[in-house]
């Protein structure tokens, strides 16, 4: 299984449709990749007379791709920061 590891930085700010706040800049910053290595369960696929062996997170869903094709994103760390207006 693939582990990505993420930064994640969102700004908030405040504005007439939405006087709680919501986030309108999230970035994401892949700090980390731990590799699940090479396909266990390679998935045979044919066209006309042509046969190629391709890795299953390429054809199948999530949940029948073996273990070392699936992925798992982590969050490390979550910044907010609120933009406030200045009166000038």
Known sequence: MTI???DIEQVTHTCPNHPEGH???IRRTLVHVIPGG???APVTVRCGGQTVQIP????EPAKRQCAACRVIVTERTITTRHLTEVAG
């Open 38 to 40: 090479p396909c266990r």
């Open 56 to 59: 299953c997170h390429r054809h």
């Open 4 to 6: 990505y590891l993420v």
């Open 23 to 25: 986030p309108f800049d």
